[in-house]
Nanobody, 130 residues
């Protein structure tokens, strides 16, 4: 069981930065793959980034590579999403999610599919103004 709470969202001007945090609870946090997804009004939920249980592998949406960075601190039961050079199209509710260790290489599960994740936070709003 993992409970997730996102924080760090807010209003930022284009070109600015935000760091989102996802605080997890439960003794098994370290054994979950963690992902970030986002959903803008009127759009489908989309994959943003993911990180393996050990932090050794990271995954990013192609369009976000170089701007967003995911990291985790298992000692603090927290996963982060550093967002730089923000654009208005980054405006969305950002969700963190926890999935099984079998997601991502070298395993068969896909970190890119929201259906693969078991637990979700309530989301935090990120608004980027132009």
């Amino acid at each position: 069981q993992v409970q997730l709470v996102e924080s760090g969202g807010g209003l930022v001007q284009a070109g600015g930065s935000l760091r989102l945090s996802c605080a997890g609870s439960g003794p098994t946090f370290s054994y979950y793959v963690m992902g970030w997804f986002r959903q803008a009004p009127g759009k489908e939920r989309e994959f943003v980034a993911a990180i393996s249980w050990s932090g050794g592998r990271t995954y990013y949406a192609d369009s976000l590579k170089g701007r967003f960075t995911i990291a985790r601190d298992n000692a603090k039961n927290t996963v982060y999403l550093q967002m730089n050079s923000l654009k208005p199209e980054d405006t969305a509710v950002y969700f963190c999610a926890a999935g099984p260790m079998s997601l991502g290489a070298p395993y068969s599960g896909s970190v890119y599919y929201s259906e693969e994740y078991d637990y979700w936070g309530q989301g935090t709003q990120v608004t980027v103004s132009s």
